[in-house]
């Protein structure tokens, strides 16, 4: 067998695997004073009416400005094997049942060993699944591993409209930029019917949890989120996805 072929068996023996994470962003107070100052000018510009910038609204999204804010957990669904596992901040760097969520797996560690445990895992997976993880979670995860001096093993954002490597289900249902307008997961979840990863938390209240050390209902989230990527990919699979 020659050697692209070998490549090629091996990366469909591989277990396609859909994966989310969790980012709480830093408190206002951590960022320096010119950081700060660049990032209340940007948001200046972006009020079309001018006038001072919201600081507020801008301190409630520094998760999503990417080095301004840390990974505190990775959830990771095996479709293969319909099998469940969480990265959440904490100690201990082992592999243990995730009691939360009954026939998953959870490793805790600091952001860094939550990195490196997760690029350990993603180089043996084939193709990756995702909801918003071409544009979000893969430069995220990518910006904070360098930061970190983690190496990554593989590459989130290649070419943009190949799907056997990252199959982004935003960027599908979005017709790759065709169509104008993008959806939640959760409005795709209910128009598919696929149980909504929502429950009593989201996004906005994961730095508040990490402050209060709640990371097990953070991890139970990502989890969630995790989850529903995986059955909506199910969902579109032989439908949707074999299109692009």
């Known amino acids: 067998m020659s050697a692209a072929k070998s490549a090629s068996a091996a990366k469909l023996a591989s277990p396609v695997v859909a994966f989310d994470i969790e980012v709480a962003g830093l408190e206002w107070e951590e960022v320096d004073e010119a950081t700060r100052h660049y990032l209340m000018a940007r948001e200046k510009r972006r009020n079309p009416k001018g006038g001072a910038p919201d600081v507020e609204a801008l301190q409630h999204r520094l998760a999503l400005v990417r080095g301004m804010g840390r990974v505190v957990s990775i959830g990771m669904w095996n ?22 969520v009954p026939g998953t797996k959870v490793f805790r560690g600091n952001e860094r060993e939550l990195l490196q445990e997760f690029w350990k895992q993603a180089s043996k997976w084939g193709t990756v699944v995702t909801y918003n993880g071409r544009a979000y979670d893969g430069p995220v995860l990518i910006t904070r591993s360098a930061m970190l001096d983690v190496k990554p093993s593989r590459q989130f954002c290649g070419y943009r409209y190949r799907v056997d490597d990252h199959c982004d289900l935003m960027d599908l249902l979005n017709f790759q930029g065709a169509a104008r307008d993008s959806y939640s997961l959760d409005y795709w979840c209910r128009r598919f019917g696929v149980e909504s990863p929502k429950g009593k938390m989201d996004g906005s209240m994961v730095a508040n949890r990490a402050r209060d050390g709640r990371y097990d209902e953070i991890a139970e989230y990502c989890l969630r989120d995790t989850r529903a990527t995986a059955d909506l990919f199910r969902r579109l699979e032989n439908t949707l996805v074999p299109l692009f």
């Not at 099998?83 to 201990?92: I, N």
């Open 79 to 100: 479709l293969d094997k319909d099998q469940g596992a969480v990265l959440v901040h904490g100690s201990g760097c082992k592999w243990e049942d995730f009691d939360v």
